[in-house]
Structure formats: C-alpha cells, structure tokens
C-alpha cells in the first residue's frame, strides 16, 4: 500500500512537473515563464539595477569601458577597431537580442521555426525573393574583396555569441519566454542579410500593377495619368544642375514585345505607404552660427523594441555617435568630430520581372534568343515549429529567382516570372558605413558611398570644413526609357538591363550655390540627367514644402532646424482644399452638422497639429473624393495603382470637367464636382458615425498614432494613441503606423553639437523602464542632448562596465 | 511545530537555491528536505505547499515593487488575466502545487524507508 501510495503520488509529482514545463498550444510552459527567479518576472528589473562594474569578454586585446549616460546610451571606448565591434556586438546583444534575432529569422525566412505552420507562406514569399541568396552572395563578395571588413563582422558575431553563451534564463529576453524558444548564434552573414531585409523593407516595384494599366487604358492615358515628370516637381539635386560627364549610351531595341496578359494576381508585398525619410543640410551662410547644419529623420514603420539603437563608438582614430541598426557595425546617421551624415530612401525602380518560358513541365530549361538555357534549382528547407520541415524548390535563371509558378499562388494564371534585383549581386553595404564612420572630409565619404549598393539612399553630408553635400547612392542599372516599368519578355535578349551607371555619374551635388541640400524621396534630379530614372512613390508634397521653408529661412540655428522636423504643415491640404471648397459650392450651408464642418474647414491654417479638428475633416472628404474619383480602375480585379494625389489634385485645378473624371459605365458625364460633393456627402456619414461612437475628432485622436511591438498580437508590449500631430506627405510624417524613427541635427562648429531622439527607448525589454521613455519627448518634439562624451566625464553617468 | 518548520525550511530553501537552479530541481531537493523533517503526508503536502507557494508569490510581489515595472501589468494583459493581481495568485498557486506534491512525495517516500524496521519488531 505505502508503495502504492507512495508511487502514484511520485508519477503525479512527476508528471505536474513535466506538465508545467510543455506548452499547451498557444499558452507557454508555465513554470518557467511563472518562476521568479527565471521567468518573465525577472524582466522587470531595468538595466541601472543589473549594473556590472566588470564583464569578462574574450578575446580582447585591450580592456574596453563603457559608459551609459542617463538615457542608457552606451558610449563605448575600445584601442582598436576589431575590439570596438566585438563590444558593440556583445553590448547591443545585452539590450536588443531577441529584437535582432528575430528581424534577421523574418529576413531568412525562418518565422515557421518560432510560430509554427502558419508562417510557411510568409517564409516561402521571403525566400522565393531570394534574400538569404543575396547575403550568400553578399558575403562571398566581401571574404573576397575586404577580407578587412569580414573580420570585423566576425569579430562582432563573436561578441554577440559571448553574451548568448553566458546568458542566464532570468536575463532572457521576455519575448523567447512567452514565445518559448532560444536564441541561437550569431553570425557575420546574419549582419548581411539585415541589410539586405532593409532593402527588401525600402524597395518595391509595380511592374505587374504598371503592366495592368498599360492594358486597361492604353500608353496614351497611362502617360496622362501617371506623368512620370509632373509640372513643379522639385527634384533633390537642384535644378539647372550642370552634370559634368559624358553619358555611357543606352539602346533601345528597335521593337518591343510586351507580354501582354492582363494578370489578376497579388502583386509582391510592398514597402508601406508612409516609409519615406528627410534629411537636408545648410551651409554656413545661412546660419546665424556660420557651421553647417544637417538634420535627418528617417521615416519608417514605428515599432517597439525601436529599430535604431543609440551608440557612441570610440577608438582612439575616430569617436562617432548616432543611430546603430541593431545587428549592423558601426553607426548607420549620425556624426563624428569631423563630419555628419545622414540618409532617406532613395526610391527607383531597381527590380524588374522577366516572363519565362520554359521548355517543358521539368523546368530544366527556358527559353533565350533562340536557345534553350539551363536553369538551376534551389531547394529551401523551411523547418515548422511542431511539423516535419517543408521543403520548398524555386528555380533560378540568369536573371534570377521564379518567384511564382506553379507551386506558389495557386490563383495565378499558367505564366512564371523571374525577378531580376540588384539585391542578388554581391555587394558591400557594410563597408560603406564602416568608412562613413571614420570619414574626415568629402572625399572620404564618396570613396565610402561607392562601396553601396541598395537599397539605395539619398546620402545628405556636411563637414566642419564647411561643405555640404548630396550624393544619390546606388547601383542603378542602365535602362532604356520606359525600360522596367513592365513585365518583359526573358526570352529577348534585348529586354536585359545594359549594365549599371557608373558611381560617379549617379547624381550629385556638392555646395550648391542656393546653400542648401535636400531630400524627401522625391524625383532625384531634373529631366536634364542623361539616363532614365522611374520610380512609381516619388513624394510631392515634403520636398516642397522642405525647399520652400529652406529657401526663406537665414541666420538659421538648430532651434530652427528641429522646428522645421516638427513642421505640421499639410501642403497637400493647403493645395486640394480651396479647389475643394469651390467645387462644392454653397448647397450644403443649411445642413447644421456641414455648417459646423465648412465653418472648421474655413478658419483652417492647414497645420495638422495634434488638437486640431479641421485635418480630419479634410484627410476623411480627401479620402471619400480621392476612391470616388478613381473607383472604375481601383474597381478593376487586376491589380493596379491610383494616380499619385498629386496628379489628381493638378486634374481637379485644371481640368474640372475633364475626362479623366467620367465614370465611363454611368450615363451621365462626371465632373471633379461631383466626386467632390460625394465624397462630402460620405464624410458626413463617417463624421455623424466617429461623433457618436468616439465624440472628440482631434487629429491626433482620429489618427491613434501607434508604436507597435514587433509581435503585433502582443498588444501590451505597444504603446497606443500617441499624443502627436503631423501626417504622412507632412515634413512630420508621423501618421498612424509611421513616422520619424529617429530625428537627428548636429551643427558642425568647432565644438560638433547634436540632439537626437527616436520613438522608443535603448532597453528592447518591455519590462525596463528604458523600453519607452523617449516616446512622450518624441511626441512633443523634443530632443535628448546627443553630443559626444569623453572618458573622464563625470556628469549624467549612469553606471559604466569594463570589459576585459 | 514540525508543519512550521518545514514551511518555514520550504521558503528559505527556495529563495536561497531557486535562483541557482530551475524549479525541477528545486522539487527534488524539496522532497528531500520534507523526507528529512518528516511530516505526516497532510502536514507535509500543506507545509510544502505553503512554503513554495509564499515564497514564489513573495518574490513576485518584491520583485514588481521594488522595481515598479509595468511588466506584470502587461503580462497580465497579454495573457487576458485582467491584472496583476491574479497573476500574482496564480504564480503563488502554481509554486503552491509543485512544493506540495514534492513534499508530499518526500513524506511518503520517508514512510518507505521506515517500513523495515516496522517489520523487524512489529508484526
């Protein structure tokens, strides 16, 4: 009997002990997420309390110190270079490893691992783009051509991996304890294939919607519509722009075939609308200082743990500080004793589809010329969390991956495109930034530039010497005009791209004598440049309004320059609304609820800040009027894009009664007033709806600006309904989902100055009380003290750590 | 006395081990301490119980006012809890359970080793 006793309650004990450490579905193992001393509990205690005087990091040649100021800003002090990235990837890893794990798994599309079975199409859609193909290439090409730079990426994988390895359970990221799994090592390709995730964040193509529209409304209307150089366009290098070399040549095949199949399929995943960036500098003689100042503020989704990370990082030939991409070396914007840098996306359309046609069902060969050539094939193993792995193969041509047939998208009709992209030809963005870090004057940052590939950037520069400068960064293949814009033809030869603009005939400025430098992703240069640049998300509205203040402004201060980051003002708005408000007449004065809008309307400043009504009044009628306008081709089942508001905001000035505004299935004849008025009559009926359910219609209260933690379902770990004005197509481009990132001006005086701020905060744990503590500054506009720190600076330290 | 001490021995085990070691092994060592104390199965099943149980909860509770952290907050959130209260209870009832059991197992595996004796002089 006491045996009996005795082992039933031991196979019970046992079996409550195993049982609270399994997952049950979606609920993770009780015991060690409960436990307080390795669970979750444990990730409340914030990084001033961990504090360590001393930690033992190998392979040092010297000690390394790191000093955090009160922001936990590490600033950190290393005799040579490879200890430097050791310690930036160790220091990073404490604060940001799940973070950097988990983008570089998304990048490789490795996501089934962590979630199980209902990532596999995610996974396969990243992989069929071929981006871990790219950072294989990548890193061939860099242990080939900078053997310098590979150690250095080693070098910092390994201080990555010395954190891993000593990592205790209580100090565990909170992430892989609700999501139940574990980090694994680090390595230098994982550093390349971040880069290359930034490029599939930053880079889209509508070569498939473009293809449609040729289709539905013939060339003619297409150019009408989607004018690839609109009247007023401001392009980033200035106008009259002399461009001092001689163009290689460009042939355009006598005869083009378009394939011509309308195509109704999901086009790839693109970058999200709001993803944009500024960044401008002034030069001395419109400064009250006489430095230059330059000023960035990458837009890009807000999300929680921040996506930059802030570093200082000092040996003793160089000590820069700014934003780090977490996974990346060195410092992505940010400045050094000497120069500031600083960059925005630099938007052309560098991927482009080819149709195949193969020889037969095998897919061994596809046609080229008059030849059969052979294809190879790659197989991607994509493990699933509590599944047998799935094995996914895609073929590849010489142009590249197919990325749908007949295995993937099953809706698509019997047709395979290859994708050709930049981003599978080794490259070395890495050592752009590397050089960039150290660089002293102009030269040295175009010698560092030449080194990038994409995503391509608009890289803004300023030096203490007195120069600014801006230099459109990529490698942007030679194209025949209108080459790219659709589908092609992969078995003509004459459809390839003809090879690549040299780097220094990208376009370039160099102290214009206007004194200032911009961009905001709009049209690169005017229509004088000597090859074809197309990109369907050229911006009109930031860059104009960025030039128009810029130009006005003198005896500029860095005040000035963060007020204008903050800038609320909605050109958009201050362009349609006064259209709108003629074309809709005086029918709707009697209506009291339309009364009180127009009256708001009215009395407007065009300023989106975040207590005023009328924005939302006018985003909501903008919007109702922009899809009523363009619902035949947004009504069409093949996918397709809308003309830019700019475009329709230029047709509603100029041609009211024009055609493009007919519904061509209704009898009558629509005018721009008639949308007008329809869409007035649909925000009325949203207003009375948000009125009701909501009440209070103040912008920042419509627009709920959200910073959402990378694993959208953990909703607590966000932070909802930030308090801010600005909107996107607005120099603060904060709209519900994006926005700043990160804001940076640094004035290079004798002394270099800078103030920085990111919607975030340095500690990637949702617990410390450093996860979010910049967000309400950011919010406001303000800005932390940025400036580069010495050893021996006594004041505002929070704790330092030796490394040895 | 015996049900106090081993509550008492139960807690400061594990705070003073738990932080070192997972609570698996926490459960064994605790077995031990309840086949050395010697508790009646009740007393000890109750004794371990509590034990662990104030001890995980105490710790949760020290931990989250020491720091302030809105983590639990979250947690609680995350895991459709409501707040942190419960999550406090449940830490404490699940710490509650695993020293019970264990002890309870070390309690009667002591009745295990005592059964040859019985037999010598007993019937």
């Known amino acids: 009997m006491k045996y009996v006793s005795f082992l039933v309650v031991l196979a019970l004990t046992i079996a409550l002990a195993i049982a609270v450490s399994r997952p049950f579905g979606a609920v993770p193992p009780l015991a060690p997420l409960l436990d307080p001393n390795h669970g979750f509990w444990q990730n409340s205690i914030s990084e001033d309390r961990l504090a360590e005087d001393e930690l033992v990091l190998n392979k040092l040649s010297n000690e390394v110190k790191v000093i955090y100021d009160e922001n936990l800003i590490p600033h950190i002090f290393a005799t040579d270079q490879a200890d430097l990235y050791r310690a930036q990837g160790y220091i990073t890893a404490k604060h940001r490893l799940w973070q950097m794990e988990f983008q570089t798994m998304a990048a490789a599309g490795r996501i089934s691992e962590i979630v199980g079975p209902l990532a596999i199409e995610l996974d396969r859609m990243t992989r069929r783009k071929g981006l871990a193909y790219g950072a294989e290439k990548g890193m061939e090409f860099i242990r080939e051509n900078d053997p310098e730079s590979y150690l250095l990426l080693e070098a910092y994988a390994d201080g990555v991996n010395q954190y891993i390895d000593q990592l205790s359970d209580a100090r565990l990221p909170v992430e892989y304890k609700i999501l139940n799994y574990r980090p694994e090592h680090w390595s230098a390709f994982k550093s390349i294939l971040l880069l290359k995730y930034m490029t599939d964040m930053l880079v889209g193509d509508r070569d498939l919607e473009y293809s449609n529209l040729r289709k539905i409304l013939g060339d003619v209307m297409l150019d009408k519509l989607y004018s690839e150089y609109p009247d007023g366009v401001e392009p980033i ?42 960044n401008w500098a002034v030069s001395g ?160 940052y175009n010698l560092a530039l030449d080194n990038f590939t994409a995503p391509a950037q608009n890289f803004v520069f300023a030096s203490r010497d007195g120069d600014i400068a801006m230099r459109i960064q990529g490698k942007f293949p030679l194209k025949w005009r209108g080459q790219g814009k659709f589908f092609m033809d992969g078995a003509d030869p004459g459809m390839e791209w003809q090879g690549y603009i040299p780097n220094e005939q990208n376009a370039s400025t160099l102290n214009p004598s ?14 004088t440049y000597p090859y074809y640049v197309f990109d369907n998300s050229y911006e009109f509205y930031r860059n104009r309004r960025l030039n128009s203040r810029l130009r006005e402004m003198n005896s500029i201060t860095v005040e000035d320059m963060q007020g204008l980051q ?57 919007r109702k009027t922009y899809s009523q306008i363009w619902k035949e081709l947004s009504g069409n089942p093949a996918p397709v894009v809308l003309p830019s508001y700019y475009q329709t905001v230029l047709f509603m000035k ?10 061509k299935n209704t009898p009558e004849m629509e005018t721009a007033a008639v949308h007008v008025k329809q869409g007035f009559i649909e925000m009325l009926a949203d207003m009375k709806k948000w009125e009701t359910e909501e009440g209070d219609f103040s912008w920042a ?104 | 006395m015996k049900f106090i001490l081993l509550t008492v021995l139960t807690a400061l085990l594990v705070l003073i081990v738990n932080p070192f070691l997972p609570y698996w092994a926490v459960m064994i060592l605790l077995a031990i301490l309840a086949a050395a104390v010697g508790n009646k199965a009740g007393g000890a099943f109750f004794a371990g ?75």
């Open chain 1, 654 to 663: 100029d041609e009211p009664s024009g055609a493009v505004f007919d519904l």
């Open chain 1, 514 to 527: 206007r004194g200032f430098v911009s961009s905001a992703n709009q049209h690169p240069t005017d229509s």
């Open chain 1, 237 to 278: 290098i200035e106008c009259g722009h002399k461009w001092d070399f001689k163009p290689l040549p460009v042939t355009r095949p006598d005869s083009i075939a378009y394939p011509d199949d309308q195509l109704v399929v999901a086009p790839l995943p693109q970058p999200e609308e709001g993803t944009g960036s500024n």
């Open chain 1, 701 to 804: 209260n419509y627009k709920k600006t959200t910073i959402q933690h990378l694993v959208p379902q953990f909703k607590s770990f966000s932070v909802e309904n930030v308090y801010t004005g600005g909107g996107s197509g607005i120099l603060n481009a904060t709209s519900a989902r994006h926005g700043a990132s990160w804001r940076m001006v640094v004035e290079l005086g004798t002394e270099v100055k800078a103030y920085g701020i990111y919607p975030g905060g340095q500690s990637g744990n949702p617990g410390s009380k450093y996860y979010s503590n910049f967000i309400q500054k950011w919010a406001n506009g303000e800005y932390l003290d940025f400036n580069q720190r010495t050893q021996d600076q006594k004041e505002g330290v929070l704790f330092q750590t030796i490394l040895n």
């Open chain 1, 285 to 444: 003689s419109k400064t009250k200082s006489g430095n230059p100042i330059l000023a960035n503020d990458p837009h890009l989704s807000l999300n929680l743990p921040s996506l930059w990370y802030s570093m200082q990082l000092t040996t003793p030939q160089h000590s820069v500080k700014g934003a780090t991409l977490p996974g990346a070396l060195g410092v992505i914007s940010g400045f050094n004793n000497h120069i500031a840098w600083g960059v925005t996306n630099a938007t052309r359309d560098t991927r482009d589809w080819y149709k195949i046609t193969f020889q037969d069902k095998s897919r061994k060969a596809y046609r080229y010329a008059d030849k059969w050539r052979q294809t190879t094939f790659r197989i991607e193993e994509i493990k699933v969390k509590g599944e047998k792995a799935f094995l996914d193969t895609v073929v590849y041509t010489h142009y590249g991956p197919v990325v749908y047939d007949k295995t993937f998208n099953s809706k698509r009709q019997d047709v395979n495109f290859a994708l050709k992209w930049n981003v599978h030809e080794g490259s070395n963005e890495q050592k752009t930034f590397l050089l960039l870090n150290s660089a002293k004057d102009h030269d040295d």
């Open chain 2, 49 to 123: 119980g509590l034990g662990m149980g104030l001890a995980w909860m105490g710790q949760s509770v020290y931990i989250s006012s020491v720091t302030g952290s809105q983590l639990p907050e979250k947690m609680s959130e995350l895991m459709g809890l409501g707040d942190e209260i419960t999550l406090f209870a449940i830490t404490g009832v699940l710490g509650f359970f695993l020293g019970a059991f264990s002890a309870l197992a070390g309690s009667l595996f002591r009745k295990l080793l005592k059964r040859k004796p019985d037999n010598i002089y007993g019937r």
């Open chain 1, 566 to 622: 903050f800038d609320d003002y909605y050109l958009h708005a201050a362009e349609a609304l006064p259209t709108m408000l003629d074309l809709l007449g005086s029918e709707y004065e009697n209506d009291a609820d339309a009364k009180k809008y127009l009256a708001l309307l009215k009395e407007w400043d065009f300023y989106a800040d975040p207590n005023q009504k009328a924005p939302t009044l006018f985003y909501l009628w903008w």
